[in-house]
């Protein structure tokens, strides 16, 4: 279980470990909590008073303190995992579903004709419809996309990391989601 850190203002920064979200608890540097406490932590006995020290993770964190200057980057990193998410594993030559492993990353203009490496320029394709695009342009083919892609917004982000996510978290996160966004009819 992960739990989900946000700076104090209620923007995302990570998914924490249970070990890196109690550590921020016991040096006093959370400074609210949403949704019930999801994990209990037992440590020792306290010598003096012979209780057993215990304590409750919350789903949602808000940390104090300045952020480090990545956490707040505009555009989200792209990689296989949550662009293959982002497009729901579907194809976007012939608007196939596809297993992960019957999938690529696929640049719209290729990289050898100027395209970039960019959430906006690249979509998930089939390897046979990347095989038979190979090095050529859209209208090369006269093909034309099944959906168009996007470069998803930080709230976006988080749920695209594919972890396994928690009620209070997806509310959260979605509640931030654009009303067009894929995801949204996904998990809906």
Avoid at 95 to 107: A, M, N, Q, S, Y
Avoid at 129 to 134: D, H, I, L, P
């Amino acid at each position: 279980m992960d739990v989900l850190q946000l700076d104090v203002s209620g923007r995302p920064q990570a998914w924490l470990s249970a070990k890196e979200a109690a550590v921020l608890y016991v040096t006093n540097s959370v400074a609210w909590t949403l949704g019930d406490p999801c994990m209990v932590l037992r440590g020792g006995v306290q010598r003096r008073t012979g209780i057993p020290s215990r304590l409750e993770l919350h789903p949602i964190i808000a940390v104090r303190g300045a952020m480090p200057s990545r956490a707040w980057r505009t555009q989200p990193s792209l990689s296989n995992t949550k662009l293959f998410a982002r497009d729901r594993q579907v194809c976007a030559y012939c608007g196939g579903h596809f297993h992960l492993d019957d999938l690529t990353r696929e640049h719209i203009v290729p990289t050898s004709r100027g395209g970039i490496d960019s959430w906006m320029n690249c979509i998930t394709a089939c390897r046979n419809c990347n095989g038979r695009k190979g090095n050529r342009k859209l209208d090369e083919l006269g093909w034309s996309l099944y959906y168009l892609p996007y470069m998803p917004s930080l709230h976006e982000d988080m749920i695209l990391r594919g972890r396994r996510i928690l009620a209070d978290q997806m509310e959260f996160l979605l509640a931030s989601v654009p009303a067009h966004s894929r995801l949204r009819e996904r998990l809906i």
